[in-house]
């Protein structure tokens, strides 16, 4: 791998390094198209902190937002698809 490659990988696992932001990619595949209210709601977690583990998770390339007229939906990316994949692998170990 060369640095550039070492830089992306580490953006990519701190961004899943949370127990808060692997429960809303555990929730997105569960259950596409949320809004941040909606991922509030399922999490229990205050709504400024679902917005910045979202907001991460978004920088990370792990989750996609969809502007939907006021509301703004996310969705796993095929990343973030095989990240949840990994993480369950490594648990089956």
Known sequence: MNEIQLLHLVTILKGAGNHRRLRIL??????????????????????????????????????????????????????GKKILTLLSALLQG
């Open 26 to 79: 555990l929730l997105l595949s569960q259950t596409p198209h949320l809004c941040l209210e909606q991922i509030h709601q399922c999490t229990g977690s205050s709504l400024p902190t679902i917005a910045e583990h979202v907001q991460r998770l978004t920088l990370a390339g792990l989750v996609r937002k969809r502007y939907r007229g006021r509301e703004v939906e996310h969705d796993l990316v095929p990343l």
